[in-house]
């Protein structure tokens, strides 16, 4: 199983200052077609999961620009440029190239 | 507005069985490829099985294999989730994602979730 291991755990952050998480991979995300299937998710307190960037670094439709994806082969991150109360949640990786499809342990954002 | 709501979570003792229903609307759903996933309280998210969009290719987790089996009805717009020999440890919210279309392959619509909780 390709096992996705992210850091940090928990990120405290000023409003106004930028985030970042990373998640690595334990091979490559890399599919025979060329495309990455590296997506990350965002899980408010109380909601579901939301999808936030899809193939490493494209914004699904209605999420602000603030947040950002980058990364290669089994390197990645999430960039939040400015947090806003909003962004507090978790954050999971995942990789949707083989089965079983598998999730980063999260990354809690939190408020300093 | 494209919707994915589940239904028939509940409390149910070890050993014991239980279907889960997700009801979606606003797609064509017999298009996308469906995934159920769990999370635990407390914890993060772990997938837990796979269906084509015609229900010919499927896959489990190995902590539900032999235990649980997916199913869908494209005329009735329905993915579902058999459960049965519950544990303590499939004690979770459990939710249905869209994987959207090739090449993105992302879990792009969630359902809220419904909650299974397995004890005596």
């Known amino acids: 199983d390709i096992v996705l291991t992210q850091t940090p755990l928990s990120s405290p952050v000023t409003l106004g200052q930028p985030a970042s998480i990373s998640c690595r991979s334990s091979q490559s995300l890399v599919h025979s077609t060329g495309n990455t299937y590296l997506s990350w998710l965002q899980q408010r307190p109380g909601q579901p999961p939301r999808l936030l960037i899809y193939?490493?670094?494209n914004r699904f439709s209605g999420v602000p620009d603030r947040f950002s994806g980058s990364g290669a082969g089994t390197d990645f991150t999430l960039k939040i440029s400015r947090v806003e109360a909003e962004d507090v949640g978790v954050y999971y990786c995942m990789q949707a190239i083989q089965f079983p499809y598998t999730f980063g342990q999260g990354t809690k954002l939190e408020i300093k | 507005e494209v919707q994915l709501v589940e239904s028939g979570g509940g409390l149910v003792q070890p050993g014991g069985s239980l279907r889960l229903s997700c009801a979606a609307s606003g797609f064509t759903f017999s298009s996308y490829e469906m995934s159920w996933v769990r999370q635990a309280p407390g914890k993060g998210l772990e997938w837990v099985s796979y269906i084509s969009s015609r229900g010919t290719t499927i896959h489990y987790a190995d902590s539900v294999k032999g235990r649980f089996t997916v199913s869908r009805d494209n005329a009735k717009t329905s993915l579902y989730l058999q459960m049965s020999s519950l544990r303590a440890e499939d004690t979770a919210v459990y939710y249905c994602?869209?994987?959207?279309?090739?090449?993105?392959?992302?879990?792009?619509?969630w359902g809220q979730g419904t909650l299974v909780t397995v004890s005596s």
């Open positions: 193939k490493i670094s």
């Open positions: 994602a869209r994987e959207s279309e090739w090449p993105n392959d992302a879990f792009d619509i």
